[in-house]
């Protein structure tokens, strides 16, 4: 069966740094969209990065750009988020997740986690001032 296991996250200083890992097993990964996303208590989860199975194309949050980078290794079957000038407000607990309608990028564009197949079970990040 899919699975897909996050790591990396714990507890940074603000203005610090993070990398966070998606290992993925149980499909080909290098034909799945792959996103990040994040959910803070009392929120709803919401996308932070996106990127394509043609690993050039990517997309970001608003609240995001600039300071996160989407990454993917499809040797490894593994997704990165550098997390960088991280904030307070980043703290969440960060899913990683994949999509297997990729002809259209259903999901790279709708940002919407219902157009996502396949989650993990997260990591938290906690970033404190």
């Known amino acids: 069966q899919v699975q897909l296991v996050e790591s990396g996250g714990r507890l940074v200083q603000a203005g610090g740094s993070l990398r966070l890992s998606c290992v993925a097993s149980g499909l080909t990964f290098s034909l799945y969209d792959l996103g990040w996303f994040r959910q803070a208590p009392g929120t709803e989860r919401e996308f932070v990065a996106g990127?394509?199975?043609?690993?050039?194309?990517?997309n970001y949050a608003d609240s995001v750009k600039g300071r996160f980078t989407i990454s993917r290794d499809n040797a490894a079957n593994t997704l990165y988020l550098q997390m960088d000038s991280l904030k307070p407000e980043d703290t969440a607990v960060y899913y990683c997740?994949?999509?297997?309608?990729?002809?259209?990028?259903?999901?790279?564009?709708?940002?919407?986690?219902?157009?996502?197949?396949?989650w993990g079970q997260g990591t938290q990040v906690t970033v404190s001032s």
């Open positions: 990127i394509r199975w043609s690993v050039d194309t990517t």
């Open positions: 997740a994949a999509d297997a309608v990729t002809t259209v990028g259903r999901g790279f564009y709708s940002r919407n986690m219902q157009d996502f197949d396949y």
